[in-house]
C-alpha cells in the first residue's frame, strides 16, 4: 500500500510532524539507526527552511524504488519540500556547505545534501522552490550505470496516509519498464488495487507493455481495479513502447515538442481487453515522459526549461504538480506523477 505523509507546513509545531513521519518512514525502511537520524535531519531542514524562506509549504514524505533499479534493491525515503514562495536568488550559495540561517538547525542545504544518498534543488525568484532529498541504505561502491532515470510523487486525497495512486518501475536485462497505477476512486481499497498493480509489475518486467497489461488484468481480479499504463525502454534497441488502459495521462517530449500518449478506456481488472494497442516510438537522449494519474488537471503546461528538465526527475514530477495545482481548482483525488528520463552524460 503506498504510505504518503502529506504535512502542510504553516507554523512551527507542524516542523515536529515532519521529524516524526520521517522517522517512520526510516523505520518502514529499514534504515538503522545513524541513517534513520541523517532522515530526520533532512526532513527537519526542509521544513524549517520552508516557514523561514518561503512563509510555509508541503512537505511530501513517501517510500519510493531507486532511481536506477537493480533487483532486490531497498525502499528509499524520499522527503520533498514544495513551496510557492520567493525563491531563491543563488541556489549555487544556498547549496554550499555549512551556509544556514539563524532559525535553522544549522544543517543548512549542503549539508543536507552531503548526508542525503540524491539530493536536488530548483528555484525561480517569484515561483517557489523544490527541495528533494532521498535517504537509504548506504551502498558499497559507487551506484550502477543506467541510461534512463525514474523519479515521481504521490499526494494522497485530503491528508490521508495511503494512496490510491502508485507509480513503480522494475529492470529486466535491457528492459526498464514504468508503470503508473490509479486505483478506482481513492481510500485503502483504492490503494491494494494499485498496490496489486505494483507487485505485479516485477514480475511482467520481461515482457512488452502490451502483455504486462493482461498479468495486470489478472493480478487485479478481485480488487476494484486501477486505471495502468505502462512504458518500457529498450536500451539496445533504442525504443519506447507504451500501453495504458484508462485515465492515465501520459506526455512525451521529444525535442522542443510534447505530444500525449493516448491510452484504451477501461478499468485494468475489471474489463479484459482482447488487444492492445502499444505505440513504438524511437527513444533519444532529448526524450522525457511524464505520466500522471487524473489528480492532475487535465490542461496543465508541461515545463520547459532545460535546466529543470535535466534535474532530478523527482523535481521534475513536484515541480509539475506544483505548477498544475490552483486553489481555485482543489484537487479531488489522489494524485501521482512520474517521470521518465535519460541519465545525463558525464561532463568531459
Known sequence: MSLVWDIPVHDSTRVRDVRVAAERAAVRAGLDEPRTAATALVATELATNLLKHAGGGQVLIDLVDPPLPEAGAPM???????????????????????????????????????????????????????????????????????????????????????????????????????????????????AWASTAATRALHTSAHLPPAEALVNLDSALRGTRGAAVAVAQIDTGAGVLRFAGVGNIGARLREGGTWRSLLSRPGIVGVHRHATLREDRIPWAPDRLLILHSDGLPSRWTPPSDPDLLAADPAVVAAV??????????????DTAVAVLAPTPSEEP
Open 76 to 190: 528509499m525515503v524520499q522527503i520533498a519540500a514544495i513551496d510557492h514562495g520567493q525563491g531563491i536568488a543563488d541556489v549555487r550559495d544556498a547549496l554550499r556547505d555549512g551556509y544556514s540561517t539563524a532559525r535553522s538547525l544549522g544543517a543548512g542545504l549542503g549539508t543536507c545534501r552531503r548526508i542525503a544518498d540524491d539530493f536536488g534543488l530548483y528555484s525561480v525568484p517569484g515561483r517557489g522552490t523544490v527541495a528533494l532529498a532521498r535517504v537509504g541504505v548506504r551502498a558499497n561502491g559507487a551506484a550502477p550505470a543506467a541510461p534512463v532515470r525514474v523519479g515521481g510523487v504521490n499526494v494522497p486525497f485530503g491528508g490521508a496516509e495511503c494512496s490510491g495512486d502508485a507509480w513503480a518501475w522494475a529492470r529486466s536485462g535491457g528492459l526498464l519498464t514504468l508503470m503508473m497505477a490509479d486505483g478506482l476512486g481513492h481510500g485503502p481499497e483504492a
Open 320 to 333: 509539475t504538480l506544483r505548477d498544475a495545482s490552483s486553489s481555485a481548482r482543489p484537487v479531488r483525488d
